[in-house]
């Protein structure tokens, strides 16, 4: 471990940070922007970086060290940018102009979220993809240690480095998500009778134990309870639907969005473990979702975040998912069979370096389930992404499964009388 001086630490570490940093864990997220130019000039990049990005918070001019302690501290270090910024190059036989690099991408993304990032340099990397894919004329991709902070933080962190496409000096707004103030009762839904997948916030310290050290999901087809989770490679995909399309199932149901989208998964999964196995019907299967534990109502400034430390609007990792070490953690982790979590984003379209910005959407990697969820709104369009093992979920099968459960939820609601 390099030598320090004590004037250099500038905060210790938080708890969560070092689970999330730990030899049994190590947690990234991938927020992927799908751009609506081809990214042709990369010359801004390293003024963007240097002037928007690295200001944000001295985590991203930082390295974690241990001190005399043998604690985990923030240190301040020299950023060579150029480290950090990957231009990836795809070889292909087909030189047509209008070939498009979907099978290249998906490959590029499964290998650059089992990577780990170098522990001698900021934990962070932005990957800019100039190939086209059917969704964006070119990808970028940001790479982050979760350790920097909750997906709260680095999404303000990323909308400061944005600007609206349709008017720079305007400030970006959320959707609404209101429960609507009635409900419907007494109504029979048969969609909604979903599989044995009990939804749990883990707020129980002693279920969380005996789910770190007793028990253990049953393998299923979402489950392989494979062994070697730290080599595990996954695949990346996603399905896209209308907002107003939820919204609408939304009101016919006289329930919440979150309520429409745990529908969609939930009984999505289901099809598809019936698809690949009916007895996977009477299998034990849980779902852990990360609860943010901030009372907020939509992002805060980076200003505000790091001048109210001890507000909700803070900077750093607040969700949760109470443990009391990180073995425990992984353990909870790997003993279930999927994780889901979900961020808000704009309403309208990002513009980074005068690039609009077509598409968005996150992962979480480093996870050890074979299924990983994640949920982002954007532009009118929600975005259910996964990440599925390698070699044993069926990507393009489990993403006609969600899309089917959206339709039969569609159906089912539209018997429903007002």
């Known amino acids: 471990m390099e030598a320090f001086n004590e004037e250099e630490i500038m905060e210790p570490v938080s708890p969560t940070g070092q689970y999330l940093t730990s030899s049994s864990l190590s947690i990234y997220i991938l927020a992927v922007m799908e751009t609506e130019l081809p990214i042709i000039d990369d010359s801004q990049t390293l003024p963007l970086l240097h002037n928007l990005f690295l200001p944000i918070n001295p985590r991203f001019s930082s390295i974690m060290i241990r001190d005399k302690n043998g604690d985990k501290k923030w240190k301040k270090v020299e950023v060579k940018l150029g480290d950090h910024i990957k231009v990836p190059t795809f070889e292909s036989e087909n030189n047509s102009s209008n070939l498009l690099y979907d099978e290249y991408l998906d490959e590029y993304m499964s290998k650059i979220a089992v990577e780990h990032l170098p522990q001698h340099r900021p934990l962070w990397e932005l990957h800019i993809v100039k190939y086209p894919t059917s969704k964006g004329m070119g990808t970028l ?13 680095l999404m303000g962190a990323l909308l400061s480095c944005m600007e609206r496409a349709d008017k720079a000096s305007l400030p970006f707004t959320l959707p609404s998500s209101q429960t609507p103030k009635t409900r419907i009762s007494n109504t029979k839904v ?7 997948i009990f939804l749990r916030t883990l707020s129980d310290f002693g ?10 999901d049953d393998q299923t087809p979402i489950r392989s309870a494979a062994e070697d989770t730290k080599t595990r490679h996954i695949n990346i995909s996603d399905v896209s639907f209308s907002f107003d399309l939820i919204k609408e199932v939304k009101s016919k149901l006289g329930v919440s969005i979150n309520d429409v989208l745990a529908g969609v998964i939930f009984f999505g999964i289901r099809l598809y473990m019936e698809e690949m196995s009916v007895k996977s019907r009477e ?10 534990t901030r ?6 400034s980076i200003k505000e975040m790091v001048e109210k430390r001890n507000s909700n609007s803070a900077w750093g990792n607040q969700y949760a998912f109470l443990h009391a070490a990180a073995k425990y953690l992984h353990s ?5 069979s999927t994780t889901i979590s979900n961020m808000i984003g704009p309403v309208e379209q990002m513009a980074v370096a005068n690039i609009p910005i077509k ?8 996870s050890p389930e074979s299924l990983t969820m994640t949920i982002m709104s954007y532009m009118g369009k929600i975005r259910i992404a996964f990440g599925v093992e390698k070699d044993f979920i069926d990507k393009q099968l489990f993403k006609s499964s969600l899309e089917n459960s959206l339709q039969i939820i569609i159906e089912a609601a539209s018997q429903i009388k007002a």
């Open 359 to 366: 598409g968005f959407y996150f992962m979480v990697a480093g």
């Open 295 to 300: 009372n907020i109502e939509g992002y805060k």
């Open 332 to 336: 909870t982790l790997r003993n279930s």
């Open 190 to 196: 048969p969609f909604m009778r979903l599989p044995s």
């Open 141 to 153: 991709v940001f790479k982050l240690h979760h350790a920097l902070g909750d997906g709260f933080s």
């Open 207 to 216: 279920w969380s134990l005996l789910k770190s050290n007793l028990i253990e």
């Open 283 to 292: 299998g034990h299967s849980t779902a852990l979702v990360l609860l943010n």
